[in-house]
């Protein structure tokens, strides 16, 4: 027999590799040569959504790095951390600067926490995406100066609270806009700056003749937000997840510029290697891989998921079912439908109805009448039942459709007490009256039917004439009737009053007016109080009032 000995070193080693390679081929499994698909990636990692996530591997901002610093109070509360990506395109934005205005340092605030996670004074910069950049600065007399703290400018241009005053630099702040917009390496999503300064630097790009696609970018991405204070001491400069981050689990809101790579190709990409795993590795690999498809909410694998999941309590069930709750969308709602119609554990039908409660689709509407009848083979019992029931009328509630009024009317004959309050609850949300009728007091079997007695021939009255005409008649009889006779910029400014009402279905209606007759879409149930929704609503009208001419233009379905 040829013995292999009697190769060369180099023809030994191609043989060998050959065979490696075969048997790595032929083995059960999933194929070892992809398991890097699995592996952390160890450069710094943004993870979630920047108000909600934390950061791995986090490099320090301005570490030993010419042209760029720290403001001395960031620096003392250890918040000026990020992922590799931002820290990079810091560096070679201040060597820019510097370039162009030799001895330019480019000062920083906060940024994030070595391992991520909320900070003071802010809602984001929990993932290190987000930085404070102070502005770019000079004496009266012209001359560059540096900051020791954050500093306001108002809209002329001028310190406010600074002895001596200073001057916001258009020339070199606008240099630091345009730098940061033409990086090729990172995407930019914002630059928050005050309306005020935006004016000035886009004033002095458009006077220096600069491109119109640069201008139109400026445009969108310098902008104030609603619910933040004004940043007229500092740009705050946010940027998109890089693809690596993405593939890890990073996410953003939108929105997603017209010019913008979001990596969904890469992450359905990474999705589909990730279900080789779950399909067929070792209980381990299974369990990473359904975090990971959760994590990046690779959305286009739910439905394979979803076949892979059997009605028995488990582990590998477990973390299908989170997996599931974290990327399904309203693409996979009929699946999702199907799964919570069939019995499964407790736990698990829970966070199958999260999901319908994120969506809150009217197609679930069908779905959700059977449930709150009691009339889905749950496996829930007594009280556990109960609270789920009450859930689906919640939702039905937040879901604007008045095809489910005669389901609640029904509901008002409910034997639970509980029950029929949260139909009646709803019933205020999607009608905007209340009939006067309290629903925790317990009455006669008499008293009870002629409750829902009025509530139908409420229904009968009300179903042909479409629902902004009953949310118009429930606030004229609550006593805020609308004017719809007046010029339309007092219309909204008597909506943005009925907002602070204290009746929660008063308030969430007048919200669903204000986007019919402004064309906005601000989900009236997304809110965490009410002093948060009244500021959104006078912030924006506040701005936005001049677009609204003051002619006489009636309410829509008045």
């Known amino acids: 027999m040829y013995s292999m000995w009697r190769l060369s070193d180099r023809q030994r080693v191609t043989v060998t590799g050959f065979v490696i390679y075969l048997l790595l081929l032929l083995s059960p499994g999933p194929h070892p040569l992809h398991a890097g698909v699995l ?3 160890l450069r710094a990692q943004s993870i979630g959504f920047p108000a909600a996530g934390r950061l791995r591997h986090a490099v320090q901002i301005a570490d030993k790095t010419p042209h760029l610093e720290v403001l001395p109070y960031q620096r003392h509360r250890s918040i000026h951390y990020a992922t590799t990506y931002l820290a990079e395109l810091l560096k070679r934005t201040a060597a820019s600067l510097a370039k162009a205005h030799p001895g330019n340092v480019l000062q920083l605030g906060n940024s994030s926490r070595r391992r991520g996670g909320p900070i003071p004074f802010s809602i984001s910069h929990q993932v290190g995406r987000d930085v404070d950049i102070a502005f770019q600065v000079t004496t009266l007399r012209g001359k560059p100066a540096k900051l020791k703290n954050l500093t306001v400018f108002g809209d002329d241009g001028l310190s406010k609270n600074h002895v001596p005053r200073l001057r916001f630099d258009v020339v070199r702040n606008w240099r630091l806009v345009k730098t940061l917009l033409n990086d090729r390496h990172v995407q930019v999503q914002w630059i928050f700056v ?18 119109p696609s640069l201008l139109a970018r400026a445009e969108k991405l310098l902008h104030q937000p609603m619910l933040a204070g004004a940043h007229d001491d500092h740009f705050h400069l946010r940027i998109y997840c890089s693809r690596a981050d993405r593939l890890a689990g990073c996410l953003d809101h939108g929105p997603f510029w017209p010019w913008i790579d979001d990596h969904q190709k890469a992450v359905d990409r990474r999705g589909t290697a990730l279900m080789r795993f779950v399909e067929r590795g070792t209980k381990a690999q299974r369990l990473k891989a359904l975090r990971l498809l959760g994590a990046i909410r690779a959305h286009r694998v739910v439905p394979r998921l979803m076949q892979l999941l059997s009605r028995k309590q488990g582990e590998i069930n477990d973390a299908i079912i989170e997996a599931v709750a974290l990327a399904a969308t309203e693409h996979d709602l009929d699946d999702l439908l199907d799964a919570l119609s069939r019995p499964r554990p407790v736990s698990h039908t829970r966070r199958l109805f999260s999901v319908l409660e994120r969506l809150q689709h009217p197609r679930s509407l069908d779905f959700l009448g059977r449930l709150a009848r009691g009339r889905v083979a749950v496996r829930l019992q007594g009280q556990a039942l109960i609270e789920l029931r009450k859930r689906a009328l919640r939702l039905i509630g937040k879901i604007p459709e008045v095809r489910s009024v005669p389901l ?10 509980s029950i029929r309050a949260e139909a009646a609850r709803s019933l205020h949300m999607l009608t905007n009256h209340n009939l006067g009728i309290s629903w925790y007091r317990v009455v006669s079997s008499k008293k009870q039917a002629e409750r829902v007695a009025r509530w139908r021939a409420f229904w009968k009255t009300y179903r042909a004439r479409g629902r902004l005409r009953m949310l118009l008649d429930g606030f004229r009889r609550a006593g805020h009737a609308l004017d719809t006779t007046k010029a339309r910029q007092e219309q909204i400014d008597e909506l943005i009053k009925l907002v602070g009402l204290r009746a929660p279905y008063l308030s969430a209606n007048a919200q669903y007016v204000l986007n019919q007759f402004t064309g906005l879409h601000v989900n009236p149930h997304r809110w965490s109080s009410k002093k948060k929704c009244l500021r959104f609503w006078r912030i924006w009208w506040e701005r936005e009032r001049r677009i609204f001419s003051n002619t006489r233009q009636s309410l829509p379905g008045g």
């Open 194 to 211: 005050s309306e005020g300064l935006k004016k000035l630097l886009l004033n002095h790009a458009k006077t220096h003749k600069e491109p």
């Open 408 to 417: 609640l009317i029904g509901l008002l004959d409910d034997r639970y007490r």
């Open 39 to 41: 592996d952390a990636d």
